[in-house]
């Protein structure tokens, strides 16, 4: 068997279907589906027992463990050589699993990487691209450069257990973070580019819970002994406490930003919004928001499709 | 040993890919083999592709993963010593690879450019002009991609590419720029200063994707702490959106150009330019209303006989080969 994907879920039945279909529907690897169900009290136990299919199995926390507790509990059972953890809302492309698993056996890596994709009510919100490995090993311990959160990564199940499970202290945020930070000092990874994977925004996920994030930081900043880039670390949460609406904690951390040298990207980042606001406040028509339409947006709408129904489908 | 493998990603353009693929086929003085990667084609490439038999190695993505994808993938089934890229839609003159190498050999260097030019979908020449020197397109690749031509203009020894990643797949415009900075940093490259390669523009089409452009400069600033000529990237875009016929467009790019341009541009360049996309957009409007002619008279051209040269081989190529539609 090639890969072991781990899918640690909770309370999200909608969206756990869609994404077991995207893990299932894997192309040209031989894999198995692990998913740990962190005493779920909705239908999560039905809808796992209806799948009825030989390469789910099925492991039931009576009490909620956490995060890493669960991602680590379903890699002890892994039997594959090569592990992969996919969070209960985001979604895979099809190739996913088997162009970072050949791209790493290719160049001899442990550990792998893609880009990704942010997506928010079927519209695409963001697509950077994805750091070069270079920039990955240099950037990790100042700033969390990967993409994706924990859905993003796969790793040899033999250096996983040898560089360590995920740390249960870190809860909430910032665990994929420690755990890649570690896996880059084991050695370099292998970057497939192109956005394969998709990160759900929404009100009730991991990424909405800034403040923990602060605070995850400034442990890891203790852990690893590493000079945290303040500056970029500021600027992202400003980002998002945007989303969220929370406008004056945002000014505050672009403050912070610019403080610590970001002058012009937190500019960037607030321009559109006081925009959006005066806009707003002078009684004028609301613009729509862009659709994105860059070479990463139209590979990763062209995957997408499949599984989400995608408002802005025209632009692709 | 095969001496170099030709990498050439496709998709959806059968046509095209024809004409290339002959511009390919009538190298000479050395032993080759081609690499086609197809992209997820929908069109009848497929069967083009099998039609020709052994003379191509062909590999093909289900589904489409993006012209770096293919490009790597080409690359990783490569057999020779050396690999060079074409596009599918762009043409080499006969003696490319030829003269590319033995200058490689002469310079003892391990990757090489050529000059070019730039055509239209019927093969006409619109620009081109000698390329830069090595030490040139060394010193200023980090304010402006300056080997010509993208990906199809380059070969470079094959164990010498940067592994995993060679084309940056999260790139689309600028994955060239960003390999070359790369190939740049471990030695300087051999130059042929011929045109050797037409590269082709398609006008007004969705490709010409103007704001992407934009931000991938940002990219590549923020990876090599690059300074990006802010002012000659928008005379750049600015010349491209006058082709494709955005006047507005070229005018907000000009005036970007002069924001960002240092006194030179403003006091000599800036008002021409201003002038020459007036009197263009004139024209063609004069035109429209059947007051003008459709050929305006010639501007004074500095590099026609680098045109010239390129017209013979491109003539050549396409009277061998008649095309009857091209897309």
Redesign the interface.
């Known amino acids: 068997m090639d890969v072991s994907v781990v899918i640690p879920t909770r309370n999200r039945s909608a969206l756990l279907s869609r994404t077991l279909r995207s893990a299932l529907r894997q192309e040209r690897v031989d894999f198995e589906v692990i998913v740990v169900d962190e005493a779920s009290n909705d239908d999560t136990p039905a809808l796992l027992s209806a799948l009825g299919d030989h390469r789910v199995r099925v492991l039931r926390h009576e009490f909620p463990r956490g995060l890493s507790a669960a991602r680590n509990h379903g890699a002890e059972h892994a039997r594959a050589e090569w592990l992969a953890f996919l969070d209960d809302d985001d979604l895979w492309a099809p190739d996913k699993l088997f162009r970072q698993v050949s791209a790493a056996s290719e160049a001899g890596r442990d550990w792998a990487y893609t880009g990704s994709v942010n997506i928010e009510n079927g519209r695409i919100v963001r697509s950077a691209p994805a750091p070069s490995e270079e920039e990955v090993v240099a950037a990790l311990p100042r700033f969390p450069v990967l993409p994706g959160g924990g859905s993003n990564v796969i790793v040899r199940r033999k250096t996983f257990t040898q560089v360590g499970p995920f740390d249960t202290r870190l809860d909430c945020g910032g665990e994929d973070w420690e755990l890649w930070i570690r896996l880059a000092k084991h050695g370099w990874p292998a970057g497939v580019r192109e956005p394969l994977m998709a990160k759900r925004i929404h009100s009730s996920n991991m990424f909405g819970e800034t403040d923990r994030i602060v605070r995850a930081t400034t442990v890891i900043q203790t852990l690893h002994d590493t000079p945290i880039d303040w500056g970029r670390m500021y600027q992202w949460l400003a980002e998002r406490y945007l989303r969220q609406g929370r406008w004056l904690t945002a000014l505050n951390m672009s403050t912070k930003a610019a403080a610590y040298g970001q002058v012009a990207g937190a500019a960037a980042m607030l321009l559109p919004h006081v925009r959006l606001r005066l806009r707003r406040r002078l009684g004028l028509q609301e613009e729509p928001p862009p659709i994105l339409s860059d070479h990463r947006a139209v590979l990763a709408r062209a995957w997408l499709r499949e599984f989400e129904p995608i408002l802005d489908d025209s632009a692709g | 040993m095969t001496e170099v493998s030709v990498i050439i990603p496709t998709r959806n353009r059968s046509k095209l890919l024809e004409l290339s693929l002959r511009s390919v086929f009538w190298q000479r003085n050395v032993d080759f083999e081609t690499v086609v990667v197809d992209d997820g084609s929908t069109d009848d490439t497929p069967r083009m592709l099998q039609s020709l038999g052994d003379r191509i190695r062909v590999f093909s993505h289900e ?4 012209v ?2 293919a490009r790597n993938r080409g690359i ?1 089934e490569a057999r020779g010593e050396w690999v060079a890229f074409l596009d599918d839609d762009d043409l080499w003159a006969p003696d490319k690879l030829e003269l590319q190498l033995q200058a490689l050999r002469r310079d003892d260097r391990r990757w090489a450019y050529a000059g070019a030019v730039e055509i239209t979908t019927d093969n006409r020449i619109l620009a081109g002009r000698p390329p830069a020197s090595p030490e040139t397109v060394v010193k200023e690749l980090m304010v402006r991609n300056t080997v010509p031509a993208g990906a199809s203009n380059v070969i470079v020894r094959k164990e010498w590419l940067p ?3 060679v084309f ?6 600028s994955a060239d720029w960003d390999l070359w900075i790369r190939l740049a940093r471990r030695g300087p490259p051999a130059c042929v200063a011929k045109p050797l390669v037409a590269y082709r523009f398609h006008p007004g089409s969705a490709s010409l ?1 103007l ?2 452009m934009f ?2 400069a940002d ?1 590549i600033e923020r ?1 090599y702490g690059a300074r990006v000529d802010r002012s000659g990237f928008n005379q750049y875009l600015a010349r491209l959106a006058k082709r494709a016929g955005w006047g507005r467009r070229a005018l907000r790019y000009y005036c970007r150009a002069a924001m960002a341009g240092n006194r030179r541009y403003v006091t000599r360049e800036f008002l021409p330019d201003v002038w020459r996309l007036c009197s263009d957009v004139l024209w063609s409007r004069m035109h429209r209303l059947g007051i003008a002619q459709r050929s305006r008279p010639p501007r004074r051209d500095p590099h026609r006989l680098w045109k010239e040269e390129a017209r013979l081989w491109i003539d050549r190529l396409v009277r061998e080969v008649p095309l009857q539609s091209v897309k």
């Open positions: 589904r489409a993963q993006g770096s994808a990783a592994i995993p990643t940056d797949g999260s790139l689309y415009h994707d704001d992407g931000s991938e990219e990876r």
